[in-house]
Every structure is written in structure tokens, then in C-alpha cells.
């Protein structure tokens, strides 16, 4: 089966050309001078003129099935992978919990049932490790040999998912020594359950409270900390989700003394604020999140700091929790309301409309999207970027297009949109994934099971 994508843009880290694009298999056979081939070489050609011809996007951050607060987030890998599709990401990096007093390589197994036969787009699995003992660091190098080469560690939910100082320097010392890399939820859970108890009980209850109680110094705080015990242990970190100023000052200063310091972003800091978590009438519950929308100044030093690649991915951390009966389990007690937002549709156009209004380059939206996840992840050169040998995993993008977002009409299976009403310029016109199209103009032409495990390598800075 061969495929010939002709006349369009051809997008990479480095910028773009126009070129047609050979797809034979599953993977990219040639990208080569308009016109090199004739049409009749292919089964199938799709003309790509005036359109961008981009890597499938890369969301190394997202929550399917997640079991949170009593909940689950509502998308499954069915539908969340599909959803993916939709927005033009073809592969998901998703985290299996361990839940503590439970094994590390067991939850492996938990994760590889759900996944397993359901997913539209290929995936991988990131190890959240909540119980630091003998054991689980021993589970870490079989993770590694079992294709899950990073794991999440979190200095926030004390209690739950919390990893003290000590437990942090004892996995990073097993990361330094097998060559992972240790991803941080840096927030300073301690100080912020302090603040959280004054809040309700000073009869505080409404969704914005969870914006007051989780302050961006405490989010500056935990990212120096994590970046100093990385500095002890030789480890290297990659910090999650990272939505606060103080953070960014915090990797860039690591970064500039030469730690292996990495951090992404995700579109909700770039575009939504601490204003939409204090909608009345409960409506700020949609945009509960951690860390929390914060104030728009923010915005300004994260668009900076995709330039200046001290963020270097954009992830979008999707954790859908439909407001009626999960968001509402917080109704008069902010800090019961699910942690989480969707979002895995809309990375790639949000992230163009960066592009659009010049905050940042067509190539920066490809390397920030798509080539930066799959280096620092382990999938490079398969995933990442459109060259002979890579699988087909393509996303032809029309610039010029307008689109609304609306809940009405996307494909997460939640019931409110985080970006409602919101404009897009651009929009997806068809996806290849290993190149099968499995979505053409709006229709869905894949299937469940037709994304299959990534089994990833360490990662390519670092190894
Ligand atoms: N952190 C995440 O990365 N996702 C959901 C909730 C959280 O705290
Ligand atoms: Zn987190
Ligand atoms: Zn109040
Ligand atoms: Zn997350």
C-alpha cells in the first residue's frame, strides 16, 4: 500500500519545504522534489497544496481511565485516543499509578489491560511511583527493560500520591543509575494542605479557592527543591505541567549552570487564567487543575519560554472530568472537586494559534509538539518528524481554515469544553497514523486496536 501526499509544506525543528511525501507501509519511504513520483505509483494520492504536511503530534502527558478522588476521568483509550486523532496527535505517552502498597510492574500490567486492543493512535506508558521501598526500586530498571523509561513523582497530594524529600533523592538516585529520567508534579503539597484547611474552614468553599490555596511561590518553591536534589543525585528531572513564573525562572536558571533541567508547558497556561477558575455558579469547577490557572501575567514568560526552549515540550495533561456528577463532587468543598481538564483534541490547533498571532514559529510548533517529545521520551527518529524510514505518521494541516471549538462538537467524551465558543484559524484535514488515514475531513476512519504499544528507549538528551 503506498500513499503519495503531493504539493505540500513539508514542516520539521528546522523549518519548512515544499516537497511530496512517499508513504509505503507503515512508514515514510521518501520525501523528495514536487513531482519525483507519478501519481499512478501510488494507491492513493492526496493533495496537500496550500496545506502543512507535519509529524504526528506527540502528547507526552495525558490521563485515560485515571482513577482520582473516588472517580475516573472520562475518557477512555477508546475515546481519548480517538479524540487524539481528531486534533491530529498520533501517539500518547499516558501514566500507569501505582497505587501504594501495590508494585510497580503489576500496574504495568493494570495499564496494559486498559490500553490494550482499544486505542485509535500508538501509545506509551510513563510509571507514576507513589511508594518508594527496596522493591519498587528494583521495579524500576524491569520498567525500563519493559519499554517505560520515566517516571512521575509527585511533591504535592501528601497522603496520596506525595513522595518526601528522602523517597525523591532515593529514585533519583536510581534514575542517575539506569539512565531514566524523573518527571515532578513540583508543588509544595504540605504548605498547600495548610492552606486549603484554613480556607474551608473559614467557610471558603467556592472553585477559585483552589487557585488561592495552591499560590505560584509554592509551585516556584517545589521546582527548586526538585532541582536541587537532582543536582545532588546527578539525576536528570523533567518537570511536568509547569504553569507559574517562579518555576520558569527557576529551570531557566538550572538550565543556564548546565543541569539537565527540561520542563513543558500546557495550552491552558498559555490561554486560560485564575478569571475562568472564579466563573460564578460553580462554573469555575470546569477549570480545576493542578497546578491552577493563574494570573494572565503569567501567559507572557511561558510564550517566552517556548522560544527560549527553556519549556521545551507542550503537553496538555487531558484528565476529563465531566462537570455533572464528577466536577459537582466538589460543590461546596473546592478541594473535592477532580483534578484535571480535557484537552488532548486541541493541542496542535491551539498551539497553531501561537503561530498565528507570532509568539512562535512554525518550526517551534513542530519541535514543541512533536520532535522534543519524541527525543526526550525515547521515540526518535520513529516518531517526530517526517523522514525516509519514520513511521507515517502524518498530519496534513490547513492553515487558512476557522473552526470553533465547542463541546457540541468535539470528540472527548466529556461534557463542557475548556475553550467554548473560542475561534481557531486552522484545522486538521486528514491524520495518517504508521499510514493507515484515520481521519479524513471530519470523518473517522480508524479503529480501536489499530494503535499499538510503544516500547521506548531512554531518552535521546540525556543518552
Ligand atoms: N497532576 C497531573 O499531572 N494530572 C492530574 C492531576 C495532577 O495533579
Ligand atoms: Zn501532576
Ligand atoms: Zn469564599
Ligand atoms: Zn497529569
Known amino acids: 500500500m503506498r500513499t503519495l501526499i503531493t504539493g505540500g509544506t513539508v514542516l520539521g525543528p528546522s523549518g519548512g519545504?515544499?516537497?511530496?511525501?512517499?508513504?509505503?507501509?507503515?512508514?515514510?519511504?521518501?520525501?523528495?522534489?514536487?513531482?519525483?513520483?507519478?501519481?499512478?505509483?501510488?494507491?492513493?494520492?492526496?493533495?496537500?497544496?496550500?496545506?502543512?504536511?507535519?509529524?504526528?503530534?506527540?502528547?507526552?502527558?495525558?490521563?485515560?481511565?485515571?482513577?482520582?478522588?473516588?472517580?475516573?476521568s472520562a475518557d477512555t483509550f477508546e475515546t481519548g485516543t480517538r479524540?487524539?486523532?481528531?486534533?491530529?496527535?498520533?501517539?500518547?505517552?499516558?501514566?500507569?499509578?501505582?497505587?501504594?502498597?501495590?508494585?510497580?510492574?503489576?500496574?504495568?500490567?493494570?495499564?496494559?489491560?486498559?490500553?490494550?486492543?482499544?486505542?485509535?493512535?500508538?501509545?506509551?506508558?510513563?510509571?507514576?511511583?507513589?511508594?518508594?521501598?527496596?522493591?519498587?526500586?528494583?521495579?524500576m530498571d524491569s520498567c525500563v527493560d519493559a519499554g517505560v523509561s520515566s517516571f512521575k513523582m509527585f511533591m504535592a497530594y501528601p497522603g496520596v500520591f506525595y513522595s518526601t524529600d528522602g523517597e525523591i533523592l532515593r529514585a533519583m538516585g536510581k534514575a542517575t543509575e539506569n539512565g531514566s529520567m524523573i518527571m515532578m508534579h513540583a508543588e509544595n503539597g504540605i504548605a498547600i494542605d495548610q492552606l486549603v484547611a484554613k480556607a474551608l474552614a473559614e467557610g471558603h468553599g467556592e472553585p477559585v479557592q483552589h487557585g488561592y490555596t495552591r499560590p505560584p511561590e509554592l509551585e516556584g518553591e517545589a521546582t527548586s527543591r526538585a532541582i536541587t536534589l537532582a543536582k545532588v543525585t546527578g539525576s536528570p528531572l523533567y518537570i511536568v505541567h509547569l504553569?507559574?513564573?517562579?518555576?520558569?525562572?527557576?529551570?531557566?536558571?538550572?538550565?543556564?549552570?548546565?543541569?539537565?533541567?527540561?520542563?513543558?508547558?500546557?495550552?491552558?497556561?498559555?490561554?486560560?487564567?485564575?478569571?475562568?477558575?472564579?466563573?460564578?455558579?460553580?462554573?469555575?469547577?470546569?477549570?480545576?487543575?493542578?497546578?491552577?490557572?493563574?494570573?494572565?501575567?503569567?501567559?507572557?514568560?511561558?510564550?517566552?519560554?517556548?522560544?527560549?526552549?527553556?519549556?521545551s515540550v507542550v503537553s496538555t495533561d487531558h484528565c476529563p472530568f465531566c462537570f455533572k456528577d464528577q466536577k459537582e463532587l466538589g460543590k461546596g468543598d473546592f478541594s473535592k472537586i477532580p483534578n484535571g481538564m480535557p484537552g488532548v483534541?486541541?493541542?496542535?490547533?491551539?498551539?497553531?494559534?501561537?503561530?498565528?498571532?507570532?509568539?512562535?514559529?512554525?518550526?517551534?510548533?513542530?519541535?514543541?509538539?512533536?520532535?522534543?517529545?519524541?527525543?526526550?521520551f525515547?521515540?526518535?527518529?520513529?516518531?517526530?518528524?517526517?523522514?525516509?524510514?519514520?513511521?507515517?505518521?502524518?498530519?496534513?494541516?490547513?492553515?487558512?481554515?476557522?473552526?470553533?471549538?465547542?463541546?457540541?462538537?468535539?470528540?472527548?467524551?466529556?461534557?463542557?469544553?475548556?475553550?467554548?465558543?473560542?475561534?481557531?484559524?486552522?484545522?486538521?484535514?486528514?491524520?495518517?497514523?504508521?499510514?493507515?488515514i484515520v481521519v479524513d475531513r471530519g470523518d473517522y476512519l480508524g479503529r480501536p486496536g489499530h494503535g499499538t504499544f510503544l516500547s521506548r528507549d531512554l531518552s535521546q538528551y540525556l543518552n
Open 243 to 311: 504553569s507559574a513564573a517562579q518555576a520558569l525562572s527557576a529551570v531557566a536558571e538550572a538550565r543556564d549552570n548546565g543541569q539537565n533541567v527540561f520542563a513543558e508547558t500546557c495550552p491552558q497556561y498559555l490561554y486560560l487564567s485564575i478569571e475562568d477558575l472564579a466563573k460564578p455558579e460553580f462554573e469555575g469547577a470546569k477549570y480545576v487543575a493542578s497546578p491552577p490557572l493563574r494570573e494572565k501575567s503569567h501567559q507572557t514568560d511561558l510564550w517566552r519560554g517556548l522560544r527560549t526552549n527553556d519549556l
Open 378 to 436: 525515547g521515540l526518535f527518529p520513529r516518531k517526530g518528524i517526517i523522514a525516509p524510514g519514520s513511521d507515517a505518521d502524518i498530519v496534513i494541516y490547513d492553515p487558512s481554515a476557522r473552526q470553533t471549538i465547542s463541546a457540541r462538537t468535539h470528540h472527548m467524551a466529556v461534557d463542557y469544553s475548556a475553550y467554548e465558543g473560542m475561534t481557531i484559524t486552522g484545522a486538521v484535514s486528514t491524520v495518517l497514523s504508521r499510514g493507515t
Open 83 to 139: 479524540a487524539a486523532a481528531f486534533g491530529g496527535t498520533t501517539t500518547i505517552i499516558d501514566f500507569a499509578v501505582q497505587p501504594k502498597g501495590s508494585s510497580l510492574l503489576s500496574t504495568l500490567d493494570k495499564w496494559h489491560e486498559k490500553a490494550g486492543g482499544n486505542c485509535a493512535v500508538d501509545y506509551g506508558f510513563h510509571m507514576i511511583v507513589s511508594d518508594v521501598n527496596d522493591e519498587t526500586l528494583k521495579e
Open 17 to 72: 519545504v515544499v516537497a511530496d511525501v512517499l508513504v509505503e507501509g507503515e512508514t515514510v519511504a521518501a520525501v523528495a522534489t514536487p513531482g519525483t513520483f507519478a501519481p499512478d505509483t501510488a494507491d492513493t494520492v492526496l493533495d496537500a497544496t496550500g496545506k502543512y504536511v507535519l509529524p504526528g503530534g506527540i502528547d507526552a502527558h495525558t490521563h485515560m481511565e485515571m482513577p482520582f478522588g473516588g472517580t475516573f
Open 345 to 376: 483534541e486541541h493541542r496542535m490547533d491551539l498551539l497553531h494559534q501561537g503561530v498565528v498571532a507570532g509568539e512562535i514559529s512554525l518550526a517551534r510548533w513542530v519541535e514543541t509538539c512533536a520532535t522534543t517529545p519524541a527525543r526526550m
